[in-house]
């Protein structure tokens, strides 16, 4: 199966751009009557057939839309301190993308080791993970925010940050429930700072520990994506 993400889509033609026609065209050696899947990342799911193909240009006809395809049971928000290595924050991107996560936002907090992010890339990599693992649901990246501002936002669902300080029984399946929305804040190398951790409690976050070991910040971002999952069997 191969899918192409189509953000625009308006319509039973598509034009396909021209580095995906070209990908199409040259690299997975599709030709005119091939089906192919089409989504718009808003749980569109559009099987079509390929009408005309060049190396520049590639036409796809929608055969059939499907609505809300596959939707995950719950929500998963997550607020994390980018790493200094854009390597590391990159592949956490791509790995929570193929677990499923519903919004990502970058926070600026005191120990922050990154101050800024190119959310263009960014986004390009989460997109190819969720063309590759098959999912019709794009995450949403928000660029730098600033910790102090973001913990004061609303949120319909449990809140919690991972804290190296909590208890060991604390962890993240004592609080979540299945079919229930999430917010996780994961901090930067340096953790978050004594008062930015009484910040957030005072906001209503809960502090949780993710593990028996000291984890980077985007290993323990992946094993809060995997907990979630696993509590909604997902």
């Given at each position: 199966m191969h899918l192409f993400y189509t953000p625009d889509i308006d319509g039973g033609f598509y034009q396909i751009s021209q580095e995906e026609s070209q990908h199409a065209a040259r690299v997975l050696r599709l030709f005119v009557g091939c089906e192919v899947v089409l989504t718009d990342g808003k749980g569109n799911w559009m099987p079509s057939k390929i009408v005309e193909i060049h190396a520049k240009s590639c036409l796809v006809q929608v055969s059939e839309i499907i609505e809300n395809y596959e939707p995950k049971p719950y929500e998963l928000h997550l607020a994390i301190a980018p790493t200094k290595s854009i390597d590391r924050f990159e592949w956490f991107l791509e790995k929570s993308t193929e677990i499923g996560i519903d919004r990502i936002i970058s926070i600026l907090s005191e120990h922050s080791e990154r101050k800024d992010i190119k959310p263009a890339r960014l986004n390009k990599i989460i997109t190819s993970a969720m063309k590759q693992s098959l999912k019709a649901w794009h995450p949403e990246l928000e660029g730098m925010t600033k910790f102090d501002q973001f913990i004061q936002r609303p949120f319909d669902g449990v809140k919690l940050i991972a804290w190296c300080e909590a208890s060991k029984e604390d962890r993240i399946e004592k609080y979540v429930k299945a079919k229930e929305n999430v917010l996780i804040l994961i901090g930067p190398e340096g953790g978050f700072s004594p008062a930015e951790f009484q910040k957030a409690t005072e906001q209503g976050f809960v502090p949780v520990s993710?593990?028996?070991?000291?984890?980077?910040?985007?290993?323990?971002?992946?094993?809060?994506?995997?907990?979630?999952?696993?509590?909604?069997?997902?």
């Open positions: 993710l593990s028996t070991s000291r984890l980077r910040t985007e290993t323990a971002a992946i094993v809060a994506c995997h907990s979630v999952a696993l509590i909604n069997k997902f």
